[in-house]
């Protein structure tokens, strides 16, 4: 009696419990067995809670209170250890009227684009070599996300040498070329190059392999059609390849665009000691150095989550767009 | 981003799936069986690439084992010299190398164990067992991986800095306890690995739920709670944001000790600041070097199983 009782609440739990409850009331068996199975059904009931409480938990305390006092503060002028005074909108004001939070949000996009434009693409050209059969494709891949291994910190390091326009091994390179002395650091857009170049060697590996293994679950059936039809193979991966993963290169290009938002350690570290200010002439300043700077360098903790709130409000401008999108391409399959 | 980028693999099939869920597994066989011979010039782009790829790795060996003198006079060098002891003493002598490797492996073991625990957990909940309001608090999981840093920090620190724990590596456990990605990733492998017949059968045969757990979700579950410890720890490892706002120079992390290292006064040893790079990188490369396969398998299996 007591099994069936459990499996059926076991197999339909979301079904309110009352009713087998009530009919166990009437079951003569012995109380010990009756305390044991009302305890059996809290656990199967409770249980899930459980399981869930410690990620909500952790999320609650470290993502969604930080994010909402985050917003609270942004209305604010607040120092560390000082009370908070409310400012109403000044800090987004200030922001509107401040030419470094442009240039911030400028350098932001171009780094974003330059890093992630030129990363997909190698991601999904070097995904399509991947997926051909071969020898040693293990080693391919293992080798190509060996990058992935590197930290931010000690692989910017790292670049930051090669880029060097005095003895890097880049102006070395192009001299060989005959091309001119280029200022990796001073000069904006070759500063940008330097540290896009850092982030798409990190994770072009990474895509690709994300790549590949949409790539792999593509039906075979769409290449022999495309096959008889005479496709060649730069054609199949046009038309076969691409549309069927494309909802794979559109969260590649969602996600990459929410990372390069939040771009920070690459151009603080590329600069040196002046990373701070995103080099000499704020070249490289990204929103998130802005507001370190503005927090923890200027000290001034109520504009720094005003910068925040930016960040997210042009996440869920992204988010908004990916929603979009993602339903216009549902309708056009469907259709 | 790295949380963010491994949820694509299952979300992104799961919609263009749809139509062809029901001949999937037909499909795998085929699609193995079509592939075209690799010709020689897909050969020589992939050695481009990889020469790419691990290039940079290589020259940080050269770069650390160089004087600084020998890097910055042209022509660089190509092949390692014999300076590395030398330049590693120094990396010693300015930041405090070993209680940052000690902290880093610190912070890596206990955020890995806790997330893979804890995400095991609820990636069962979610794969296996039904529950009121399920579906909803999974999109909750997954729309929490988009929230960046940078709009936690703030707060975060006013806490930690009122507690007295800027400094202190708790500081940096306690926020990456568990991760939404680690969530969405055992639940992806649970249900697909876990049959709900053993579930219910262990059920029937009147097993509490901590039973289940142990003995039928665990056992099952090992592979991918490895994949993803070695995941979770080699994000931890290289973590930067919140560790460089929460600790300093004298309690740092690896990655905060390179920041200290690469940040210094304009004589700066360049071999130097290389070769502590090499130190933050060699334990990672040496997981890579073992376990490199395992670690493909882990990021590549979200996108075949959706």
Redesign the interface.
Same mark, same amino acid.
């Given at each position: 009696m007591a099994?069936s009782v459990?499996?059926t609440s076991?197999?339909t739990?979301?079904s309110s419990g009352n009713a087998p409850l009530s009919q166990h009331g009437g079951d003569p068996g012995p109380p010990a067995a009756g305390w044991r199975v009302r305890l059996?059904r809290l656990?199967?009931?409770a249980?899930?809670? $459980?399981?869930?409480a410690?990620?909500?938990l952790?999320?609650a305390?470290?993502?969604l209170?930080?994010?909402i006092?985050?917003g609270w503060?942004s209305f604010h002028e607040v120092q560390?250890?000082t009370h908070a005074t409310w400012v109403g909108a000044r800090n987004y004001t200030e922001l509107w009227d401040n030419t470094f939070f442009w240039n911030a949000l400028r350098n932001t996009f171009t780094l974003g684009v330059i890093s992630t434009v030129p990363q997909l693409l190698?991601a999904l050209? #070097?995904a399509h070599?991947?997926?051909?059969?071969?020898r040693a494709r293990?080693f391919?891949? $293992?080798?190509?996300?060996?990058?992935?291994?590197?930290?931010?910190?000690?692989?910017?390091?790292?670049?930051?040498?090669?880029f060097?326009p005095?003895?890097?091994?880049i102006n070395?390179l192009l001299g060989h070329f005959g091309a001119g002395h280029v200022q990796w650091s001073t000069s904006k857009w070759p500063a940008q190059i330097a540290i896009s170049a850092i982030v798409t060697?990190r994770?072009?590996?990474?895509?690709a #392999?994300?790549y #590949?293994?949409?790539m792999?679950?593509?039906?075979?059936?769409l290449?022999?059609a495309a096959a008889l039809d005479g496709a060649s193979?730069w054609r199949q991966f046009i038309s076969v390849t691409i549309p069927?993963?494309?909802?794979?290169i559109?969260?590649?290009i969602i996600?990459?665009t929410?990372?390069a938002?939040?771009l920070?350690?690459e151009p603080?570290?590329f600069g040196?000691?002046i990373?701070y200010t995103g080099g000499s002439a704020h070249q490289y300043e990204t929103?998130?150095l802005y507001?370190?700077d503005k927090?923890?360098q200027v000290g001034e #903790?109520g504009q720094?989550?005003a $910068?925040?709130?930016v960040?997210?409000l042009i996440?869920l401008l992204i988010?908004a767009v990916q929603l979009l999108v993602?339903r216009a391409?549902?309708r056009n399959?469907g259709g | 981003?790295?949380e %963010? /980028?491994q949820?694509?693999?299952s979300?992104?099939?799961?919609?263009?799936?749809a139509?062809?869920t029901p001949?999937?597994r037909r %499909?795998?066989a /085929?699609?193995?069986?079509?592939?075209?011979?690799?010709?020689p010039v897909?050969?020589i782009? %992939?050695i481009i690439?990889?020469l790419?790829?691990?290039f940079?790795?290589y020259?940080?060996v050269v770069?650390a084992s160089r004087t600084d003198t020998e890097?910055?006079?042209?022509? /660089?060098p190509l092949l390692p010299g014999t300076h590395l002891v030398d330049n590693l003493k120094i990396v010693w002598d300015e930041v405090d190398m070993t209680k940052a490797l000690v902290n880093s492996t610190i912070v890596a073991s206990c955020v890995a164990l806790s997330t893979v625990l804890?995400?095991t957990?609820?990636g069962?909940? !979610?794969a296996k067992?039904?529950?009121?309001g399920?579906n909803a *608090?999974l999109t909750?999981?997954v729309t929490?991986m988009?929230?960046?840093?940078?709009?936690?920090?703030?707060?975060?620190?006013?806490i930690v800095?009122n507690i007295g724990w800027v400094g202190h590596i708790q500081s940096v456990i306690?926020?990456s306890?568990?991760a939404?990605f680690g969530?969405f990733f055992m639940r992806q492998f649970l249900s697909e690995a876990l049959p709900v017949e053993l579930v219910?059968a262990a059920?029937?045969d009147?097993a509490?739920?901590l039973r289940i757990i142990w003995h039928v979700v665990f056992p099952i579950a090992r592979p991918a709670m490895a994949v993803l410890g070695m995941l979770v720890f080699?994000q931890s490892?290289?973590d !930067? !944001?919140w560790p !460089?706002?929460a600790l300093n120079q004298q309690n740092p992390t690896?990655?905060v000790a %390179?920041?200290g290292?690469?940040?210094?006064?304009?004589t700066?040893n360049?071999a130097v600041?290389?070769c502590?790079? *090499?130190v933050?990188?060699v334990p990672? *490369?040496l997981?890579?070097a073992v376990l490199?396969?395992q670690?493909?398998g882990g990021?590549?299996?979200?996108?075949?199983k959706s």
């Open positions: 099994t459990r499996a076991d197999g739990p979301r059996f656990d199967t009931k249980s899930p809670y $459980v399981y869930i410690p990620f909500f952790c999320f305390a470290f993502g209170f930080p994010l006092y985050t503060l560390l250890g190698m050209g #070097l070599l991947l997926n051909y059969r071969m293990g391919f891949r $293992v080798a190509i996300l060996a990058p992935y291994a590197t930290s931010i910190a000690a692989a910017t390091l790292v670049f930051v040498q090669i060097n005095d003895y890097g091994m070395q060697w994770w072009t590996g990474y895509n #392999l994300i #590949l293994a949409a792999q679950a593509v039906p075979a059936d290449y022999e193979r069927s993963i494309r909802p794979t559109f969260f590649t996600v990459s929410i990372g938002t939040q920070f350690g603080l570290m040196g000691s990373g929103l998130s507001m370190y927090g923890w #903790l720094a989550s $910068v925040a709130w960040m997210l996440l988010g993602t391409n549902r399959q | 981003m790295a %963010l /980028t949820s694509i693999p979300t992104g099939p799961r919609h263009s799936g139509p062809r001949s999937r %499909l795998r /085929t699609g193995a069986g079509r592939q075209q011979s690799a010709g897909a050969y782009l %992939l690439a990889t790419l790829s691990l940079p790795l020259w940080t770069a890097l910055i006079t042209p022509p /660089t804890f995400a957990l609820a069962f909940a !979610f067992l039904r529950f009121r399920r *608090l909750v999981v929490t988009t929230i960046p840093p940078q709009l936690t920090v703030i707060p975060l620190y006013q800095s306690l926020p306890l568990v939404a969530v219910e059920r029937v009147g509490h739920s080699v490892w290289n !930067f !944001f !460089f706002i690896v990655q %390179l920041q290292l690469g940040s210094g006064d304009h700066i360049h600041v290389v502590g790079a *090499l933050a990188t990672l *490369l997981v890579f490199g396969k670690i493909v990021i590549t299996a979200g996108a075949v």
